[in-house]
């Protein structure tokens, strides 16, 4: 088991910068394959980046590629998800996810741990 809390959206102009952190519990953390996933109001959940468990691969959203960069830090059982260059667009709330056997993807499976998200506007 695992719980994720994540923290730092808020409200930021266009071309602004936001940096969110999902804390996870638990002393497997470096075990978990861990995501970013944004929903927008009337609009189904999507893709914004994933990690592998060690750090080494990182893959996006064609839509954050270039603005976005996740990172971890198995030390402090932290993910993070850099936004620079923040469109309006990218409103939404923004949540964690942590897949238990490690492997990642862009679709919602196979993570079975979710944040409870954290809130990002872009106003423009």
């Known amino acids: 088991q695992v719980q994720l809390v994540e923290s730092g959206g808020g409200l930021v102009q266009a071309g602004g910068s936001l940096r969110l952190s999902c804390a996870a519990s638990?002393?497997?953390?470096?075990?978990?394959?861990m995501a970013w996933f944004r929903q927008a109001p009337g609009k189904e959940r999507e893709f914004v980046a994933t990690i592998r468990r060690s750090g080494g691969s990182t893959y996006y959203a064609d839509s954050v590629k270039g603005r976005f960069t996740i990172s971890r830090d198995n030390a402090k059982n932290t993910v993070y998800l850099q936004m620079n260059s923040l469109k309006p667009e990218d409103t939404a709330a923004y949540y964690c996810?942590?897949?238990?056997?490690?492997?990642?993807?862009?679709?919602?499976?196979?993570?079975?741990?979710w944040g409870q998200g954290t809130q990002v506007t872009v106003s423009s």
């Open positions: 638990g002393r497997t953390f470096s075990s978990y394959g």
């Open positions: 996810a942590a897949s238990s056997t490690g492997v990642i993807a862009t679709t919602l499976r196979p993570y079975d741990y």
